[in-house]
């Protein structure tokens, strides 16, 4: 099982975290909900989707493809400061261990939880490339940290190890559609076997290495090509979503 398990991530690390074809479907659909269905999480292997998703997708992906093999995966809703339910992951128990999995985040390895006390927290460290982890347990929520190096972890999200059931796990998903991020591009792909992560926002690709980070502004006549090539995303893709930010036509 745990082989299977590794070959499932294995096959979603190869998608990109990207907002543009769920802009592409908020448009062709009119309306959140039927943008949200008509995702290809719900229809599609990974090798058939459009070029990817963002963190709802994934995780929904994987929290499908863990119950076909007759686990009970618990889907995770992630807060960030006042923002409530802007993320999510999920936890599967194993063989008297604890997993937690963050796809939408890049985390394409199962982490096993740190054990879990009644009154001190516990701390779990994986020195992934290029970006290195900690799970922090307290009081029933797990708290994920990432960063270059120990000195600089930041906390990204927490998460009520309680979870939520499907039925709100889509209503989160249907509001994301209504969110801030979907006014502009974001793109973020992990390329595991260089150790690379190339980041896109607003115009700036941010490239990540064991050495740091470099950021540079990509000119609005390049986006096409370079997007394509660096997130596997096809020329069309890309055009289209970037037509319709500019138009505003959803």
Known sequence: MWNKIQSICRDLSQITYENLTKIIRYADSGDARSAR????????????????????SMTWHLYQKLAEEGLKPRLMMGHKRKEKNIHCGLRLSLDGKNYFFDPGYLIFDPLEMPESFLTAKSSAFFPLTPNQVRLDRENG???????????????????????????????????????????YPVLNRLDRENGIQYYYQKGNLMTRDSTGSRMEKIPEEQQIPVLSRLFSLSPDTVERALTVLKSKSF
């Open 37 to 56: 269905i008509a995702d290809d999480s719900f229809q599609n292997d990974a090798d058939a989707w459009m070029g990817g998703g963002t963190c709802f």
């Open 141 to 183: 929520v797990l708290s994920l940290f990432t960063g270059m190096n120990l000195h600089s972890m930041k906390l990204r999200f927490e998460f009520p190890e309680e979870g939520v059931e499907e039925r709100d796990f889509h209503r989160f998903w249907t509001e994301s559609f209504d969110r801030e991020m979907m006014t």
